[in-house]
């Protein structure tokens, strides 16, 4: 090569970045330091089972560090949708916990509630394959109580400094930046194959409960084993849900691609348009009460968050109801300032010694002291407590409170020892007074150890439409996974699970199901661990199927703010569309009117209605059911709408209700000539030829139902 073609083909720049590369092929782990790491696995405890320690260097510098990769955004759940409301309790429950809110029906508590994805960017589709955050910001006379969970009831990781690992498979691949708020891809089906204590989660993910139909129809979960305590000092372990009164409903995974395109806002809108229409988004707040004596009775640990409590062993009490009653004046001010962390409470609740947690109670206050600026960030309007504050803490960036008086530190004699103490009998919060006596060890109980079980509850419980939702779930995603090893070693854990999910998935992929023998499917094991002690532990779970996992059990009782699309055109039938729109208005359902141009619609009777939309700016993925009206002239016009019979068929296709009357049927017919067929005889398709008659009622109850699964093709008997 001559001299011109070699710097022709140089870079000088590149070179010059060469001595900042990094690659850590073939190398040992080390800290920032340069300190070789012996396990990365678990943080310091006292005992495998104990609190994490203060004094856990390792997990504190890999917390910091991840709390501070973005700037300005989240790092995760930057997409979201927030909105304020109240709590209110049902009775006192003076034997649960001494917690003031839960002690006086009479009192309304103020709320802010901030729901989110995961993993994507504030940029990214609300109808990602994700995570959904549920945090509760409770403004008690007591100070901020901040209960900030999940839309599920686990997570992928056992211990605290996994974290970064986990977030970091999930993120787009840093080479490119591909993709964006997805998990189909090989770095987190690496890391997932390479985790087993994530499989519970992974069927979790898998399922419809990661696309939900709206954040109004979705549960929430605390994930963690939280402490109450009452006012007699006794402790008693607790899990925190969020029911909502609407029940629990999903999109189709074609459905919520659809809706990305067509409106990637689709739940901020819901949640917007749904509290200005005054149909106010309820929950009731429940707890799983566990008796400390009862903390080993279980087949699994009450510390792992990669585990729930069956319902029929724990039963959820319901103790009061969340109002969603206001939308943010500013999005930025509220939505996006809102700083929440597990470690605001109030007497009466308090932590587990669960390591997934006590890194969170770390990791919080870290992470919003960089994302917004300093210290005071408890004085931005949305997180100010309305209980007043008092303290020796001063200045600081942004600081808004002017302290007077010369002291700012205690004890003091100048300003009479002010502020003072407050005795436990006075509200001052006491910690819960556990017995620790451990050695300082990186370790993970053994009580950890069973990673499938759970899983296989999970499978088991689901209704056979929910189970060939998954395995069409996992064969997109694998089949997005490029490196086949990994695909493979899925496999192999799926098996662990239940071998026709395995093999199901595996047909998907045009792969066997590998066999298990000699392969080490934990790779989360200290350098001097051995791998034979963090093999998953088998177990006889006491409950082998769970009612409350399944969506199909859910409420399915009104329509109220269920999406109804009516197509028409000019010419439409007056009396059928007069009576259909009467009978759902009646019902509270949301009505949109879709005719082939915006403006008036002309109805047969000579009256004019406002049209909501065109075919050109929305879809049916964007409605929960479709009402085709008759009248001659208005069902040619949309027969000659492609987009009107892809309305039908898109609709039917997705398992929605679908009612026609007169020269309606018409068009159903059309879309049934066109792909789907079946459509006129099919569960919750709703016709009828003459201009009157039940149909409305008939069709109320099929929207009711919110999907006709008999439609689809089952993969699993």
């Known amino acids: 090569m001559s001299t011109e073609q070699n710097k022709t083909n140089t870079n000088a720049k590149l070179e010059e970045l060469d001595i900042n590369r990094e690659d850590s092929s073939g190398q040992f782990l080390t800290t920032n330091q340069g300190l070789r790491v012996n396990d990365d696995q678990n943080s310091l405890k006292a005992g495998p089972r104990g609190a994490t320690l203060l004094e856990d260097f390792i997990l504190r510098e890999k917390i910091t560090h991840f709390d501070h990769e973005r700037i300005p955004e989240r790092i995760v759940h930057a997409r979201g949708a927030a909105a304020h409301g109240y709590f209110q309790a049902y009775e006192p429950q003076p034997e649960l916990t001494k917690a003031k809110f839960l002690l006086d029906p009479a009192v309304q508590t103020p709320v802010f509630v901030r729901f989110s994805t995961v993993a994507g960017s504030r940029g990214s589709t609300d109808l990602a394959r994700d995570v959904r955050g549920f945090a509760v910001k409770f403004y008690t006379e007591e100070g901020n109580f901040d209960l900030v969970g999940n839309n599920i009831p686990v997570f992928f990781i056992q211990d605290a400094i996994k974290f970064p690992d986990l977030i970091h498979a999930v993120k787009p691949e840093p080479n490119n930046e591909i993709p964006q708020a997805a998990s189909a891809h090989d770095t987190f089906w690496d890391f997932i194959s390479l985790t087993p204590e994530s499989m ?49 409903h999903s999109v189709v995974w074609d459905e919520a691609q659809l809706i990305s395109g067509r409106d990637p806002d689709f739940h901020r809108r819901d949640l917007w348009d749904a509290i200005e229409g005054g149909a106010y988004p309820e929950w009731e707040l429940g707890v799983q ?20 409590i069956p319902e029929e062993l724990v039963p959820v009490i319901r103790l009061g109801k969340m109002t969603l009653n206001r939308n943010p004046d500013n999005y930025f001010a509220e939505t996006e300032q809102v700083a929440f962390h597990l470690g605001h409470v109030v007497p009466g609740i308090d932590f587990s010694n669960d390591p997934l947690l006590q890194g969170r109670l770390f990791s919080y206050t870290d992470t919003q002291l960089k994302r917004l600026g300093g210290p005071n960030f408890h004085e931005i309007p949305i997180n100010r407590p309305i209980a007043p504050v008092h303290n020796g803490q001063r200045d600081g960036h942004m600081r808004q409170t002017i302290n007077a008086g010369r002291t700012s530190y205690g004890p003091n004699a100048i300003n009479g020892d002010s502020p003072a103490q407050a005795r436990e009998a006075e509200g001052g919060f006491v910690s819960h007074a556990e017995r620790i006596d451990a050695n300082k060890v990186r370790a993970r109980s053994k009580s950890f150890m069973d990673h499938y079980n759970q899983a296989k509850l999970f499978w088991n419980s689901q209704s056979t439409t929910e189970k060939t939702h998954i395995v069409k ?39 066997e199901v590998p066999s298990a023998n000699g392969v080490q499917l934990n790779k989360s094991v200290p350098a001097d661990a051995n791998p034979a002690d963090y093999q998953s532990e088998p177990a006889k779970p006491t409950v082998g199927s769970s009612a409350a996992l399944s969506m199909a059990h859910t409420v399915k009782k009104g329509i109220k703010t269920r999406q109804v699309a009516i197509l028409a055109a000019d ?3 007056a009396t059928q569309l007069k009576a259909m729109m009467n009978a759902l208005s009646a019902e509270k359902a949301i009505i949109g009117i879709v005719a082939p141009r915006v403006g008036m619609l002309k109805t047969s009777g000579g009256e004019t209605i406002k049209i909501d939309a065109s075919l050109q700016t929305t879809a049916s993925v964007l409605f929960d059911a479709v009402y085709v009206p008759g009248g001659e002239s208005s069902v040619n016009s949309l027969l000659q709408e492609p987009d009107a019979i892809r309305f039908i068929h898109e609709a039917f296709m997705h398992c929605k209700a679908i009612a026609a009357t007169g020269e309606g049927t018409d068009l159903l017919q059309a879309a049934a000539n066109g792909g789907a067929e079946n459509l006129l005889s099919s569960e919750g398709v709703v016709t009828r030829s003459e201009t009157s008659g039940d149909v409305p009622q008939k069709f109320i109850d099929a929207i009711e139902q919110h999907r006709f699964w008999s439609r689809e093709k089952v993969l699993v008997n």
């Open 200 to 248: 519970h989660m992974v069927m979790w993910v898998m399922s419809d409960r990661a696309i939900p139909r709206s954040y109004r129809m979705m549960e929430g979960f605390g994930v963690h084993t939280f402490r109450l305590i009452n006012t007699n000092g006794k402790s008693r372990f607790v899990k925190f849900h969020w029911k909502p009164l609407l029940g629990v």
């Open 289 to 308: 009460i566990v008796e400390e004596e009862d903390e080993h009775k279980f087949d699994f640990d009450l510390l792992d968050s990669t585990k729930l």
């Open 473 to 511: 779930a996992l064969r997109f995603e694998l089949g997005k996974v490029v490196i086949e090893d990994i695909r493979k070693r899925m496999l192999i854990h799926l098996s662990q699970i239940d071998m026709t999910l395995a093999t199901l998935v595996g047909e998907g992929l045009g792969l």
């Open 571 to 573: 010419g439409v039938d």
